[in-house]
């Protein structure tokens, strides 16, 4: 594995300053092309979907039964580390290959999918791969998304001899995948700090996108009295604070964040008070109904506030995507595995989506999650040591082998069954 994403990060558009492999760029597209070499290298037999995801596939003794599926992306943010994603391909791989080695029977087949553009750096949507795997993205939606430099992703997936068109084939049906596990580093220092080895996800949230423009009256510094300004800043600066009470206040859900991470103020001099402030909010949440309703609340708020300042309000939704639970099933399994093997666990929620977000629409999920040092992520400091990629690795191993051998995660509903493969 350390091989693997060494040698990975060589595909990279910024060497000496962070990793950057955007979707269908030159890098990324070598990048999967190495990665596919190597899947077929350790014995799967390898498919590209019309998005360019792979799917690596370990048959087993009743491949007409629905697949486990394993896997992670392999695209970065801008200047990101060598970890995030990746990590969770060539655990899945170095899973499969344990397995193969260990000459264990298996019914279901086992794949590694080597999701294509998790993060949404190029296109300004993450999860395009799963997105369209969920049946969430059709060939408008390629065609009126566009790169941040220019061309469509229609276009681009064109150029890459990939068939935009025939977006539909790559759309899997619940029933399709049996289960899928991802791996993913932490991002966080939840394990890091409590000293636990290996983190189960419960949940992970997903996030809704406002666009904001507040409108007030620009005029001069020195000239307008306090008292009949509209200033556009400080009315955002007091919705500011306000979302940051509400997130923190909210008791409703186990997890919430609220950040307003881009803001333009207009005209934007020293002078002039600021006439207008476009900026962005978002709300990720690991229960739907408390996101909806922190929502109305920071809408309901917003709205109080620009009244009494006396600026106009206009709030557009981007998107609201409805965060996921992982199955219980799959959450017991993994804890099982790892106290067979005397490794420390606890459950975590996902504070940022991942692929397993869009999978889980089609397929139970579970997600295992290996420390992060410093909780560093997106970033080139971004570490996750060898010994924790190994121990992660065996117990996904275990647990997708386990996974391959059930007739069904529910069973009769008790956790011992879980870990009675039928035979
Ligand atoms: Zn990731």
Redesign the pocket.
């Known amino acids: 594995m350390e091989r693997w994403i060494e040698e990975i990060d060589q595909y990279n558009a910024t060497p000496g300053n962070g990793t950057t492999r955007q979707y269908l760029t030159d890098v990324e597209w070598e990048a999967r092309m190495y990665l596919r070499g190597e899947m077929e290298r350790i014995g799967l037999v390898v498919e590209m979907d019309c998005m360019g995801n792979l799917i690596g596939t370990l048959p087993g003794t009743e491949p007409e039964l629905a697949p486990v599926w394993t896997g992670?992306?392999f695209d970065t943010v801008l200047h990101g580390g060598r970890f995030?994603?990746v990590a969770g391909v060539v655990a899945g791989m170095e899973a499969l290959k344990l397995i193969a080695d260990s000459g264990a029977a298996h019914r279901r087949n086992l794949a590694c999918v080597a999701y294509a553009a998790?993060?949404p750096a190029r296109f300004g949507i993450g999860c395009i791969g799963s997105r369209a795997m969920a049946g969430a993205l059709s060939v408008q939606d390629l065609k009126t998304t566009r790169a941040l430099d220019g061309p469509s992703l229609y276009d681009e997936l064109r150029a890459r001899e990939l068939a935009a068109d025939d977006i539909e084939s790559c759309r899997k049906k619940p029933g399709d995948v049996f289960c899928a596990v991802e791996l993913?580093?932490e991002q966080n220092s939840v394990l890091e700090t409590s000293g636990v080895r290996l983190g189960v996800v419960k949940a992970i949230c997903a996030a809704l996108n406002f666009t904001v423009t507040v409108t007030g009256t620009a005029a001069h510094a020195g000239g307008m009295p306090m008292e009949s300004r509209r200033d556009a800043f400080a009315a955002v600066s007091e919705m500011s604070l306000a979302l940051e009470r509400m997130t923190r206040e909210n008791r409703m859900s186990e997890y919430c964040t609220g950040t307003i991470g881009f803001l333009q103020i207009e005209p934007n001099a020293s002078n002039i008070i600021p006439g207008r402030v476009n900026f962005t909010v978002d709300i990720r949440d690991c229960d739907a109904a408390s996101k909806n309703q922190l929502c109305d609340k920071v809408r309901e708020e917003f709205a109080e506030i620009a009244a009494r300042r006396g600026v106009a309000l206009e709030m557009r939704l981007q998107n609201n995507d409805a965060p996921v639970s992982s199955h219980p099933a799959l959450r017991t399994l993994l804890a099982n595995c790892c106290e067979q093997r005397g490794i420390s666990h606890c459950e975590l929620i996902s504070g940022?989506f991942?692929d397993s977000l869009f999978v889980g629409r089609f397929a139970p999920i579970g997600m295992l999650f290996v420390p992060s040092r410093d909780g560093l992520s997106h970033c080139p400091q971004e570490w996750t040591d060898c010994a924790d990629m190994k121990v992660g690795a065996e117990v996904l191993a275990d647990a997708l082998l386990h996974a391959a051998n059930l007739e069904s995660l529910d069973q009769d509903g008790t956790d011992n069954h879980i870990l009675s493969p039928m035979v």
């Open positions: 992670s992306h995030d994603g998790e993060e993913h580093i940022p991942h």
